[in-house]
């Protein structure tokens, strides 16, 4: 696949329903993650050309016909643009693959994912309660809630689970009426070109889905202009703190979903050995570019050292290598800078006093690619640094409670509130612990997200919720119209 095959139209930006040329001759360079090799150039946004993608979705949103279509006719759009996606599924998966370092197997899985969230928001278009008939209580006849585009949104994708987040964003988005300008990361803007492809192809109205690619000070400007009305941002959560202050400062809209340090407590009832299982296969994962991922390990003193031998035996089992390759189980890290920042976390473990028991450095025989072995380490205190900070990797720290109560203290010892899961043997015991636990989601004995329902995190793990119906409001504004009469269409009764 030359590099003309991966990204068409890699020198240009999607905006205004066009493939434009940027305003500068700047460029950004993405690499292989696991060969090191240039794998696209694609063109650098300016401030200049951030304005010119507001400028059109703001246009599309104020004069076009997509926010005063119906809801059917709009979910009718998104069909279109689901089945150019699937179309177009193979290419995504490689490119994630080559981007990210994902196994290409699990890309290739995760490929129907995205064009079916496309597909469910569409589906709302028949059942949400977009307008709800109320009885006045001052002095009308009828009181109407309203449930309307938030406006035009700027949507700011990481460079880890890029398909997926993608489509998490723009597809409620676009369901609810607004118009979308996607700012792809500079280390994984495949994905994003696309959804600009499969938009263009499934013919969206001019302006509806712009596609830019941008660093850090283009994509300020993005969230500080004053034409876009929201902004739903995915990584850090130190970019969230300056996103969430730069809005707050002209009072627009904001979700964000940002990094996690998710606990697993394994009580006394869970088998060690199952519970080590369990928590290496999903622990590689992305090659822990997740943040979402349970690192922080939990388990009672009497227990720990039983549980570190079993899963330090599963980690130096892992597999790593070429993501393309059937029988790797883990890939490299996305880039170097990563990959060194991850390093320096398996360092400062060390140099801090926990005690490392399975992997630590860099596989054997791969001397290209970010690779970095699975990571396990000993006697955590959890107020080490591996056990405060994200490192965003394949690095467990395993950390010996006295009893369940301090398990669940220790689990809400952090900034973060993603993830979290319980491994015992009792439904019961694990909803009774599950209640304890400040966390967007909580699962019995493993990794269990549910994307239907909603996503997000308490505390500095962001604000709002991506996924199902909670998913879709943040992308409304609720507006309410007393009148003295009944007009057409005025929405389903309540009370």
């Known amino acids: 696949m030359t590099r003309q095959d991966i990204i068409p139209h890699a020198g240009k930006f999607f905006i205004g329903g066009e493939w434009s040329a940027p305003s500068s001759d700047a460029t950004i360079t993405v690499r292989n993650s696991a060969t090191e090799e240039i794998f696209e150039v694609v063109a650098e946004a300016q401030e200049a050309d951030i304005d010119r993608a507001v400028e059109a979705a703001r246009r599309a949103f104020d004069s076009g016909p997509w926010p005063r279509m119906s809801h059917e006719e709009r979910a009718a759009h998104m069909h279109r643009l689901a089945d150019e ?29 995205v064009s079916a969230s496309y597909r469910y928001y569409a589906g709302l278009a028949a059942t949400y309660p977009f307008q709800e008939r109320h009885p006045s209580q001052s002095g009308g006849a009828l009181a109407l809630l309203l449930r309307e585009p938030v406006g035009v949104v700027g949507a700011i994708i990481p460079w880890n689970g890029t398909p997926g987040i993608i489509a998490n964003k723009v597809a409620p988005a676009l369901l609810a009426g607004c118009t979308v300008i996607v700012k792809s990361s500079p280390e994984a803007p495949g994905p994003a070109y696309i959804l600009a492809e499969a938009a263009e192809a499934a013919g969206l109205p001019a302006g509806v889905i712009n596609i830019v690619t941008a660093d850090r000070e283009a994509s300020e400007r993005l969230v500080r202009h004053p034409g ?13 703190r300056r996103i969430a202050s730069a809005c707050g400062e002209r009072i627009a809209r904001v979700t964000l979903e940002l990094g996690g340090k998710s606990p697993a407590l394994v009580l006394d009832d869970y088998d060690l050995g199952t519970a080590a299982k369990a928590i290496t296969s999903r622990a590689t994962f992305l090659t822990g570019q997740v943040c979402a991922s349970l690192t922080r390990i939990i388990v009672s003193r009497h227990r720990h050292d039983a549980l570190v031998e079993a899963l330090s035996e599963n980690f130096r089992a892992v597999k790593v290598g070429d993501p393309f390759e059937p029988s790797c189980e883990m890939g490299p890290l996305a880039m170097e800078r990563h990959r060194e920042r991850v390093e320096g976390y398996i360092a400062k473990g060390k140099a801090e006093g926990a005690r490392l028991t399975a992997g630590g450095g860099r596989p054997k025989g791969l001397d290209r690619g970010y690779f970095v072995e699975p990571t396990v380490f000993a006697n955590v205190g959890n107020d080490l640094t591996i056990a405060r900070e994200e490192i965003f990797g394949p690095v467990l720290s395993v950390i010996p409670a006295e009893n369940e109560a301090q398990a669940v203290e220790i689990a809400n ?16 015991r694990a909803y009774a612990v599950a209640r304890q636990i400040r966390s967007g989601t909580v699962g019995q004995n ?17 604000l709002g919720r991506e996924g199902g119906t909670e998913g879709l409001a943040p992308y409304l504004e609720t507006k309410v119209v007393v009148v003295d009469g009944t007009p057409g269409n005025a929405g389903r009764v309540v009370g």
């Not at 981007?99 to 994912?113: C, F, K, N």
């Not at 009305?229 to 995915?234: L, R």
């Not at 010892?413 to 993830?419: P, Q, S, V």
């Open 85 to 113: 996606l699937d179309r177009r599924a193979d290419r995504q998966a490689r490119i994630w693959t080559a981007e990210s370092g994902v196994l290409h197997a699990i890309a290739t899985m995760r490929m129907p994912a």
């Open 228 to 240: 876009v009305d929201k902004i739903t941002f995915t990584g850090s959560t130190l970019a969230g």
């Open 413 to 428: 010892d952090t900034i973060y509130g993603l993830n979290a899961s319980v491994f015992t043997q009792d439904a019961d």
């Open 446 to 462: 493993g990794y269990r997200l549910e994307m239907g329902l909603a996503f997000g995190g308490f505390k500095q793990s962001g």
